[in-house]
């Protein structure tokens, strides 16, 4: 049996200067998947790269290029599950990942 944790969130992930402070999940956790829960508009996936481990991400809306950027440091991420995206065009973003993408809730045509 692998060991690793799944972990349902609503909360920041990492730290960002935007948003306010985050780091709420300690970078220790043996993270294999993870839901965050929270709206795109109130997300912060800035230092998920920590969880090194983590190979399945579950969220609201498209990640910013600047969580795509971060996203590309996880060497296990392998499936990316995106719940209520905001546009086909947004989707298209995620194309530099090297990840399989899900869509919940596809945005119409």
Do not use: C, K, W
Not at 82 to 101: K, Q
């Amino acid at each position: 049996m692998r060991r690793g944790r799944s972990v349902s969130y609503a909360g920041r992930v990492g730290h960002d200067d935007r948003r306010g402070p985050g780091g709420a999940l300690s970078a220790d956790l043996p993270l294999r998947e993870l839901v965050i829960r929270n709206r795109a508009d109130d997300r912060g996936l800035l230092g998920i790269s920590r969880f090194a481990q983590l190979e399945r991400l579950h969220m609201a809306g498209v990640p910013s290029d600047e969580e795509i950027a971060e996203l590309r440091q996880l060497p296990r991420l392998a499936r990316l599950t995106i719940a209520d995206p905001e546009s086909v065009a947004a989707l298209a973003r995620l194309e530099s990942l090297d990840v399989t993408v899900d869509v919940a809730d596809p945005p119409p045509a």
